[in-house]
């Protein structure tokens, strides 16, 4: 009798360390690692720059993606907006000529996206702009970038991070509907 008490306390003494590792590794992938692992980088299916567009020719990010100030997403640019300046401007250029070909055949570019929150988060890009966090908070210095790379965790912690830098909300339900 003595010995099946010693077993089932040393069973639950186990079961409790098992998970309370379990816990804690996740709260570390919550807080601590990046919200994608996958590539910072990604090659695109057309090679845009946006050192060139952004930084030396000075299109406001808004341009492009023109939803970011009025919902939740900041959405990418369709073909015709790409359009709308390269049928005049570098039409010539083989990439134009890869953006014409999507536009000839009714195709949207299937743009390889960079920042992704789980879907568990509630981020609207919107609600941010408006209180004056700007794109480069969140996604460096893009107007520099060829080729854009994710610089930032985007995790719960660096959230958190710059929630209580800038005395937004911590609340859970602030981001988590």
């Not at 980088?41 to 492009?64: D, K, N, T, V, W």
């Not at 939740?72 to 359009?83: I, K, Q």
């Not at 890869?98 to 743009?111: A, H, K, M």
């Not at 912690?157 to 981001?175: E, F, Y």
Request: net charge positive; charged share 20%; glycine share 6%.
């Amino acid at each position: 009798m003595k010995n099946t008490r010693v077993v089932i306390f040393l069973a639950f003494v186990l079961l409790a360390t098992a998970v309370t590792l379990l816990v804690f590794y996740n709260l570390g992938y919550i807080f601590y690692f990046p919200a994608s692992s996958d590539d910072r980088s990604p090659a695109q299916p057309i090679a845009f720059s946006h050192r060139l567009h952004a930084g030396e020719r000075g299109i406001h990010c808004e341009y492009c993606h023109r939803s970011a100030r009025i919902s939740s997403t900041a959405g990418v640019p369709d073909v015709a907006l790409c359009r709308s300046c390269h049928m005049y401007i570098a039409a010539d250029r083989p990439v134009i000529k890869d953006l014409s070909r999507y536009w000839i055949e009714g195709r949207p570019i299937p743009w390889v996206r960079v920042h992704r929150l789980p879907d568990f988060a509630f981020f609207p890009h919107r609600m941010h702009l408006n209180a004056g966090v700007y794109c480069d908070q969140c996604h460096g210095n893009v107007a520099a970038m060829d080729r854009v790379e994710r610089v930032s965790g985007l995790n719960m912690g660096w959230c958190l991070d710059c929630h209580r830098r800038k005395s937004a909300s911590i609340d859970c339900w602030t981001c988590h509907r």
